[in-house]
DNA sequence: GAGACACTAGACAGACCTGTCTGGTATCGT
DNA sequence: ACGATACCAGACAGGTCTGTCTAGTGTCTC
């Protein structure tokens, strides 16, 4: 939790989960196995193991630290601006931004989703709760804006997320955030001219 | 190719396709071994590859046969509609029937390419090659509705498509379909409108 | 009848996987 | 000085993976 001061080095589980995330991004959960990480990492295995128990846990760990970067970020970006309109299509700017940095690779809990094969498995756990978080950002944020139905409205922003987060990764157009954005700014006027 | 006559019996890359689709598609490329699909389809490890060589070209023979017949059932569905409207929103009718069956858990090609590492493989040849076709469907069906710009339409379609196929894998919603498709509509009126 | 063909059953090799265990080292606080 | 803690290096076990190879069976055609 706490963050380590600066001069001390990092600890082996930091650098496990730095490598572990990393690594998991870019190749996959299944392809990329525990001695490719601990070796990026620098550590022993029984570091390894007596941090995270096992490899499914580092997973779930490598996935918190997504969302809690994602969460973080999303809400640094929106405190840029003031008005309820900007923020809610502030959403699509942060994504806009991560999805043009060079080593994306789409959504990282759809990416583990698809490999992972259990339900109610550490991926499903954190994935789900990743997803209602965004839901909900999106819900107040319509409420705010004053939307007429801002659950409504979040779903309908929802797919227009997730498609451009899609269309982001498989056809490498990072453009595809930006006209996201400007469909979900003509749903957001309709869904408040309504009033 | 061509389809066997319904009396012969299978044939053994008949069977290890049906194998393959099922087993591939629901558990994912990575997770499932020859063994099982061998297992499923009754069939000996030594016809697998001399009928395909690899598992990278059965999970190609996979994809390619995922497309085929997603390209099928579309234009299949599109021809119950006679004017280009409803036949561009039938697309997102035929998703919508799609991803309410029992199995549906998302693109076959995204939770692939998700799991493969490789640029350049077969994976993402296919994938490319369904990611194009989708889209010079939409394009056509954009220009025949009368979009001022079928182009930019269709890559508005396409964030709708994929966020809706994601959004009834991630949260077992099918109806994104039908919301995606409200959205499409309206789209499309303000599209052909602003000619 | 004989050979070609498609197929089955299963052993096998070699690589890689997760997870455990042993033993050694460095750095703390007391 | 000394014990506790955190860590490293690597062997090892038991399993799974892809892919190859041998040997045998049924079927069709000539």
Redesign the pocket.
Known sequence: MSAASPTKKA???E?LLAAADELFYAEGV???????I?ER???????????F????E?VRAYLEGRHEIRRRRIMAGLERFDNPRDRLLGVFDVLAEVSSTPGFRGCAFYNASAESVGKGGAVEQVSNANRAWTRGLFTELARDAGAADPAALADQLMILYDGASVGARMDGQPGAAALARSVAAGLLDAATAAR
Chains 1, 2 share one sequence.
């Open positions: 600890t082996a589980r650098r299944h392809t990329v196995g525990i001695d490719r601990i990492a620098g550590v022993a295995k029984a570091s390894l193991y007596s941090s128990g096992s490899k499914e580092l």
